[in-house]
């Protein structure tokens, strides 16, 4: 697939190294950015990244890491549980309470690294993984920071509105014959992450932007990434809303950065969760036209990167 113009170049693997933690007996895959100028085993500060919808490591998340780690954080992106390198059954089933206990686990194992700085932990995650870091931080006090980019705030009511409200009872209806086939067949069922034009339907994601982000992302960067989900996934994510928990991040400090433009996840939940979250907050808007441009595209991305080595270094790295 050929390279779009203002998609950002692959980011060097020599530049993280793999390592191995546990998650509830499980093994799950990560990679670590290291600052360049830290000495080995010196603390510094640190962030978790955790990406989006059926991602896998390799991609998204590189393009914070990456310059995250430059800008002196100790950086740990991670495999989700059923995904990618990581272990866990079945393949590709997406349970979002589990991807919350794996993102909590990943803090635990960063909090045992002899380079880490206990008190300056701070998550840094994109589209679903920004949901999750809410919801980890709202009852995670180990977290000192929170930074959310392009979140997954209110797919309930995102389905629900996009499909309308008969339409969003015909999908849950779906879902539900759906389970009562797997529980008599004892089969787990699978439907494609993406799927092409005309329709990019029937998938998980039937949406151009979604199917043009992920080919490119598994052709140029992520070939392990697989375009399938458990049908059972959907009932997790169409159920996922955390804006409720914005409140209770403060006295902690929380960024908020989003597109204006965002059909798959609308920036009026972005400002909901802004508008809940007490003080010290802080919203950025960055002039978008969809949700993946804030995956791998510049100047989205710069922009994006630019506002969290900003804000981290006043919030978390001199603590």
């Known amino acids: ?117 206990p008190d300056r932990l701070g998550l840094a995650c994109v589209c679903m993984g920004a949901g999750y870091a809410l919801a980890v931080a709202s009852m995670d006090l180990r977290v000192k920071a929170l930074a959310i980019v392009a979140g997954a705030y209110n797919l309930t009511d995102t389905y629900r509105e996009f499909l309308g409200e008969q339409g969003f009872a015909d999908y849950l209806g779906n879902l539900n014959a759906a389970r009562v086939q797997q529980y008599a067949r004892g089969e787990v069922q699978y439907m494609p992450a993406i799927a092409g034009p005309p329709d990019y339907a029937p998938s998980a994601m039937p949406v151009q932007e979604a199917y043009e982000y992920y080919s490119r992302a598994q052709a140029n960067e992520a070939p392990n990434w697989e375009n399938r989900v458990t049908v059972s996934s959907m009932e997790h994510i169409v159920g996922w809303n955390v804006v409720h928990r914005a409140h209770l991040i403060a006295p902690r400090p929380l960024l908020v950065i989003h597109g204006t433009t965002d059909v798959l996840l609308p920036p009026r939940y972005a400002q909901e969760v802004f508008d809940r979250a007490g003080e010290p907050k802080q919203l950025h808007w960055i002039e978008t036209s969809n949700h993946v441009e804030l995956y791998d595209q510049a100047p989205f991305v710069p922009e994006a990167v630019d506002t969290l080595v900003d804000w981290l270094g006043t919030n978390l790295a001199e603590r």
């Open 1 to 117: 697939m050929a390279t779009q113009p203002n998609v950002l170049p692959s980011v060097d693997p020599s530049v993280r190294e793999s390592v191995r933690f546990r998650s509830d007996g499980l093994e799950l895959a990560g990679h670590i950015y290291r600052p360049p100028e830290a000495a080995p085993g010196e603390r510094t500060a640190a962030l978790v990244i955790a990406g989006p919808t059926t991602s896998v490591k390799e991609e998204t998340v590189p393009h914070y890491a990456a310059p995250l780690a430059e800008a002196g954080y100790t950086v740990l992106t991670f495999d989700n549980r059923n995904f990618g390198e990581s272990e866990g059954e079945p393949r590709q089933h997406l349970d979002t309470s589990q991807q919350v206990e794996d993102l909590k686990n990943a803090v635990s194992y960063l909090l045992t690294r002899e380079d880490v700085d």
